[in-house]
């Protein structure tokens, strides 16, 4: 695997408050490089999928600052657009649009986004179906799929746009358990290729084998962050050995 | 032969019958009673309809019904218009059978296409007839219906054949249609105008009806849109006008248009009373139309906009591809109920003077020659809505089974 030293994801003193007057944020660090595998961990309403969404400005922040290759996020919606061409994201409700067929899902982005023409986006998106296992629902609807069907569709739609970042909210939460699997292979896959991802999960196995360092958030900081085999092993902070030992 | 494996038997018709009206004494009791009250209703109504009732005041009127003063010379317009709207019908009709979207085999003609043909012709045989028009008339009813049927065995024939660059224009001619019937009704480019008090009768109901229906549907969408939006002033603007006009009457809202559109315009620029009248339905029905978009939008999970987002849409090709085509086919039923109940309020505007369908029956009823008829009039009248309301209903019904996609297998 080849990691080059450039910055993909720089976030400083990230800090959110909810209309509410809920702090989920309090000053939030992270660097993510190019080729990196990050995987975030903590308990629910740590803040960890309020600061991945941060990253493509589905939340807002009201302190500190973010750029995402070399883009500095702000309220300009010219960035915001910028961005989010190049960062993918994979949610854990799958968000495949159900009126589309699992093609047009794969298509629709780049043909009005990228402006390429529709027979080259179709072949492109026919091999990444391919790649992730299902070309032959191509033609399907969404809801004649099973779960573990439609999350690989929703990375192959992502893929379809050719981001440099991928994301990944809960990517396997909501799937029955035996379709865990098909879906963690695909995202192993794409590791394995060098995509640069960041990844809020529960599933230690997968922190472990292909994860290049883990992140434990907590009332909404960073609590530690470290290699896969020492955050497992040894990790430095009471809280993550408390979080350890509530998921093993 | 084998052993008689268990078979399930098909109850009869006669055993059916004693099941489902007989199976208890009290269930008898009860079937006897409705059935008895269903028939005495039945043959009193047939009796009626028959025997009592006199049918000259409509045959007698039929035209003034149809279009009101529309001038006789210049008929022939309305003539052509409702064949060419037979001609597209069929067209339409035909393609939606070439192309089934439901992956269930090609029928060109099911079943119940057989039953409205057979409607249609019987319609066609027995109305001009009943009217006692004259045969000229009769004969170009039998033409009209002829060219629907043929265009639309035609097109079901051989609609499959047309190229696909070619099929994406064809929807375009009902907006076409419609334009070029504007003119043939109202006159310029070479005809003779017609003036819009001179319309009435089922011709001015429909005109307003379809003005409406096909102007509040996009303006009803905006404001629903505006409802949901950040942008405050553009969110309390909609809010205010939803509120406000779902918080008078219509007919306050009419009588309004016609003072107060003279009152704001000058002279020359004010609408005719006709079209006065277009606007306000148009305006009326909108606010209600986008609480049925709104409703429709509010069914959309918000991941579905998020994921639009995070793809790189911008807002409006993510309203436009992902959020509203499922928003709007979740609002499509309360939408096309709303179209309903703006059809029925076209009656309204007969207390304002217009001569809608409402307002050609009472100046017929008006005449002395017809005194007493009131009844077969409302009753005709009763039928010719709740044909058009049942148009529009079966018509939502299809277009939302057409347009689900769960009940759509692979191609």
Redesign the interface.
């Known amino acids: 695997m080849t990691r080059s030293d450039a910055v993909m994801i720089e976030a400083r003193g990230v800090e959110k408050w909810y209309p509410n007057g809920f702090h989920a944020l309090r000053g939030v660090d992270l660097t993510v490089e190019q080729g990196e595998v990050v995987v975030i961990m903590g308990p629910s309403g740590s803040g960890k999928s309020t600061f991945l969404r941060t990253f493509?400005a589905?939340e807002d922040f009201q302190k500190g600052s973010i750029s995402v290759d070399g883009i500095t996020l702000s309220d300009d919606l010219r960035h915001i657009?910028a961005i989010?061409?190049e960062?993918?994201?994979v949610?854990q409700?799958f968000?495949?649009?159900?009126?589309?067929t699992v093609l047009d899902n794969l298509t629709?982005?780049p043909v009005?986004?990228?402006k390429l023409p529709k027979a080259d986006v179709q072949r492109r998106a026919l091999a990444l179906l391919e790649r992730v296992g299902i070309a032959e629902q191509a033609?399907?609807?969404p809801?004649?799929l099973s779960g573990g069907q439609q999350q690989r569709v929703?990375i192959a739609?992502?893929l379809c746009?050719e981001p440099r970042i991928l994301l990944f909210d809960e990517p396997t939460s909501a799937l029955d358990p035996e379709m865990v699997h098909e879906v963690l292979e695909v995202m192993q896959a794409l590791a394995r290729d060098g995509m640069t991802m960041v990844v809020v999960t529960h599933e230690v196995r997968f922190a472990r084998q292909v994860a290049h360092r883990v992140v434990l958030m907590d009332a909404g900081v960073v609590v530690e962050s470290a290699p896969p085999e020492q955050f497992f092993t040894d990790p430095q902070h009471e809280r993550s050995r408390q979080f350890l030992s509530q998921i093993s | 032969m084998g052993p008689v494996s268990p078979v399930m038997v098909r109850p009869g018709p006669s055993q059916r019958l004693r099941r489902e009206l007989f199976a208890s004494r009290f269930d008898g009791l009860i079937s006897i009673a409705l059935i008895g009250g269903l028939v005495a209703v039945g043959l009193g109504l047939a009796k009626w309809v028959l025997v009592q009732a006199q049918w000259t005041v409509i045959s007698a009127n039929s035209t003034l019904f149809a279009v009101g003063r529309y001038p006789l010379e210049q008929q022939w317009r309305l003539w052509l218009l409702t064949t060419l709207l037979a001609l597209a019908t069929g067209l339409s009709w035909g393609l939606l059978r070439a192309f089934p979207r439901s992956g269930a085999p090609a029928r060109s003609w099911p079943r119940n296409d057989r039953w409205a043909a057979a409607i249609l012709v019987v319609l066609a045989l027995w109305r001009p007839m009943a009217l006692q028009l004259a045969l000229p008339i009769q004969l170009r009813w039998w033409a009209i219906t002829g060219l629907l049927l043929l265009a639309r065995w035609a097109a079901g024939r051989w609609g499959a054949a047309i190229p696909a660059s070619a099929r994406r224009w064809i929807p375009l001619i009902w907006p076409l249609l419609y334009l070029v019937g504007m003119v043939l009704i109202s006159g310029g480019l070479g005809l003779v105008r017609v003036a819009p008090s001179d319309w009435g009768g089922l011709l001015l109901t429909l005109l307003m009806a379809t003005f409406s229906i096909l102007l509040c549907f996009p303006l009803g969408v905006l404001l629903a849109l505006g409802r949901r939006s950040n942008l405050p002033l553009l969110r309390w603007g909609s809010v205010l006008y939803i509120e406000f006009v779902r918080g008078a009457p219509l007919i306050t809202l009419l009588f309004l248009g016609q003072n107060i559109l003279g009152f704001l315009l000058p002279g020359g620029l004010a609408p005719d009373r006709v079209w006065r009248a277009a606007w306000v339905l148009t305006f009326f029905a909108a606010a209600y139309v986008a609480e049925a978009v709104r409703s429709g939008l509010a069914a959309i999970p918000a991941g579905q906009l998020e994921a639009a987002r995070s793809l790189g849409l911008p807002m409006p090709q993510a309203l436009i591809h992902v959020v509203l085509p499922q928003a709007l086919r979740v609002a499509l039923p309360a939408t096309v109920g709303q179209f309903i109940s703006l059809l029925q309020d076209t009656t309204l505007l007969s207390l304002i003077g217009l001569l809608d369908l409402l307002g050609t029956a009472r100046t017929v009823m008006a005449n002395p020659a017809f005194l007493g008829r009131n009844a077969e009039v409302y009753l005709v009248l009763a039928v010719l809505f709740w044909c058009c309301c049942a148009a529009l209903g079966l018509g939502s019904r299809a277009l939302e089974t057409r347009l689900n996609p769960n009940l759509t297998p692979s191609r």
């Open positions: 493509n589905l657009d989010r061409r960062v993918g994201m949610f409700q968000n495949l649009f159900p009126h589309l629709l982005a009005l986004v990228r033609h399907k609807y809801g004649q929703a739609r992502s746009m």
